[in-house]
T-cell receptor, first 115, second 112 residues
Framework: DTGVSQDPRHKITKRGQNVTFRCDPISEHNRLYWYRQTLGQGPEFLTYFQNEAQLEKSRLLSDRFSAERPKGSFSTLEIQRTEQGDSAMYLC?????????????FGSGTRLTVV | AQTVTQSQPEMSVQEAETVTLSCTYDTSESDYYLFWYKQPPSRQMILVIRQEAYKQQNATENRFSVNFQKAAKSFSLKISDSQLGDAAMYFCAYTNDYKLSFGAGTTVTVRA
């Protein structure tokens, strides 16, 4: 297992376009999280999945954002009609149920720039 | 909601010296976990050290150690014998369930 993978690493898009990011968690981890990190700040929680069920969404996740984890494995995060304020690093992380004492394993992130 | 505060935006340390990063948190829970994560520039965030709130003994991982003061809700990180590879942003984080709450981070610069 190579850890948590995110694709793409970088994405530049024009304002108003849609973008989709993918995250492949550690295979035995049933919890998957999306965070957003702006420059010089700590990550902020967006949403999390337990298996295929999306169990919580932050109010930061406007109706332009949607996340899925259709088979309880990889996840996608889509942003529709991107705005300049969406420019940030989008981090994916995973963990195993009942293993909160060990924290998360993070991916390398997808850096989104909206121009 | 739990809040995590890191009051030092930047810290600088001479190679081989010691630096201490501060973190305070706010919670009404008695059972929780605290973490320090390291994020090098343009690289993946990795776990440095963790502390379980019910354990009084401070965690240690090689050159990294914590000073956990539960009553004061304080969780500082000490980096001993600093190395150039320690240069990174360090985040303090808290959880009592599934969600991690992060502080704003402290950028550590190591001078050769």
């Amino acid at each position: 297992d190579t850890g948590v993978s995110q694709d793409p690493r970088h994405k530049i898009t024009k304002r108003g376009q849609n973008v989709t990011f993918r995250c492949d968690p550690i295979s035995e981890h049933n919890r998957l999280y999306w965070y957003r990190q702006t420059l010089g700040q700590g990550p902020e929680f967006l949403t999390y999945f337990q298996n295929e069920a999306q169990l919580e969404k932050s109010r930061l996740l406007s109706d332009r954002f949607s996340a899925e984890r259709p088979k309880g494995s990889f996840s996608t995060l889509e942003i529709q009609r991107t705005e300049q304020g969406d420019s940030a690093m989008y981090l994916c992380a995973s963990s195993a149920l009942g293993q909160k004492r060990y924290g998360y394993t993070f991916g390398s992130g997808t850096r989104l720039t909206v121009v | 909601a739990q809040t995590v505060t890191q009051s030092q935006p930047e810290m600088s340390v001479q190679e081989a010296e010691t630096v201490t990063l501060s973190c305070t948190y706010d919670t009404s829970e008695s059972d929780y976990y605290l973490f320090w994560y390291k994020q090098p520039p343009s690289r993946q965030m990795i776990l440095v050290i963790r502390q379980e709130a019910y354990k009084q003994q401070n965690a240690t991982e090689n050159r990294f150690s914590v000073n956990f003061q539960k009553a004061a809700k304080s969780f500082s990180l000490k980096i001993s014998d600093s190395q150039l590879g320690d240069a990174a942003m360090y985040f303090c984080a808290y959880t009592n369930d599934y969600k991690l709450s992060f502080g704003a981070g402290t950028t550590v610069t190591v001078r050769a």
